[in-house]
């Protein structure tokens, strides 16, 4: 259904049916000038769970995931032309079960050297995604997402948010991109990323990645 600006409802009023699936979505603004639902502040909403991070992940120009390690770093060559950093994240809210996996509101990456220390460029990390403003355009869900991802009522056995965290979507805009590492001296580095949902929370757990560049 669509509700016309400027429409009242009183506590109690019908507005629809729950569907099939036994969930609804709600968009609050038109196409390209979404908001995100929750600032409308349901009655009852909390959200104090930190999102989860499953997997961090560096991926060549053939979409093959870099898994060579050493002394358990993920070994990362400078010759490489580009390589796309994809995280395997979810939030939870309170209440609702951790199979009843959402998604997350922004998240970026940030290099460290082994000790911990930001580089040079990467003193606060570099939040490419961010659903604060969706683009106007249908390809915007193939550039947030990494292929793999997907929800069970369409026929993934887990419903999984991988993120392409090279891309950016964000403010409206939308693009592809890539990380260059002959940026780096061959060296140890920590990949941290940033993942946060829209109250706030920031994943802890699992959000370093250790890589030696060769």
């Avoid at 969706?134 to 069970?152: E, F, Q």
């Amino acid at each position: 259904m669509r509700v016309m600006r400027g429409t009242r409802f009183k506590a109690g009023d019908v507005l629809g049916t729950i569907n099939g699936m036994a969930h609804v979505h709600l968009s609050v603004g038109a196409q390209g000038y979404e908001r995100n639902a929750i600032a409308l502040g349901f009655r009852g909403y909390a959200d104090s769970y930190a999102p989860r991070i499953d997997r961090i992940e560096q991926f060549d120009a053939a979409q093959q995931p870099l898994a060579q390690k050493q002394d358990g770093r993920v070994l990362l060559s400078r010759s490489l032309p580009g390589v796309q950093i994809v995280v395997d994240a979810w939030d939870q809210v309170d209440r609702n079960l951790p199979r009843r996996r959402l998604g997350l509101h922004a998240l970026g990456y940030q290099w460290l050297d082994a000790a911990g220390q930001p580089l040079p460029g990467y003193e606060a990390p570099r939040m490419n995604i961010a659903f604060d403003r969706m683009p106007a355009d249908n390809d915007a869900v193939k550039v947030a997402y990494a292929p793999g991802s997907g929800i069970t009522v369409h026929g993934s056995a887990i419903t999984r948010f991988q993120y392409v965290v090279t891309n950016t979507v964000r403010d409206g805009r939308l693009a592809t991109g890539q990380w260059n590492p002959a940026v780096l001296a061959g060296r140890d580095y920590i990949l941290r990323i940033t993942a946060k949902d829209y109250m706030g929370n920031s994943a802890s757990a699992g959000r370093d990645l250790a890589v030696r560049v060769q």
